[in-house]
């Protein structure tokens, strides 16, 4: 089983940068699947960004260029860097990781960009 834990959300202006960071309760360098994904007001949860095992990592379109997916194995964490943030970044922002037969979710961390 694997716990989640995000932070670094926050209110920035347009432009700015955030790191946030997902926090796992045990070692996920086996996880199928590694990544981020974000809810804005009156959307569906999208993906941002992704590390399949074994294949190169994903970005949605809108994030390409901008933000960066990453990790640190030795401390069980999972980073998003985001950088020249749009207010239509603007969303609860979750770490997810599939592992085994199952999906993980943190609790999301806010993040506003404010024009």
């Known amino acids: 089983q694997v716990q989640l834990v995000e932070s670094g959300g926050g209110l920035v202006q347009a432009g700015g940068s955030l790191r946030l960071s997902c926090a796992a309760s045990?070692?996920?360098?086996?996880?199928?699947?590694m990544g981020w994904y974000r809810q804005a007001p009156g959307k569906q949860r999208e993906l941002v960004a992704a590390?399949?095992?074994?294949?190169?990592?994903n970005y949605a379109d809108s994030v390409k260029g901008r933000f960066t997916i990453s990790r640190d194995g030795a401390k069980n964490m999972v980073y998003l860097q985001m950088n020249s943030l749009k207010p239509e970044d603007t969303g609860v922002y979750y770490c997810?990781?599939?592992?085994?037969?199952?999906?993980?979710w943190g609790q999301g961390t806010q993040v506003t960009v404010s024009s």
């Open positions: 997810n990781v599939q592992w085994l037969l199952s999906d993980y």
């Open positions: 045990r070692n996920i360098f086996s996880a199928n699947v």
């Open positions: 590390m399949p095992s074994g294949e190169s990592t």
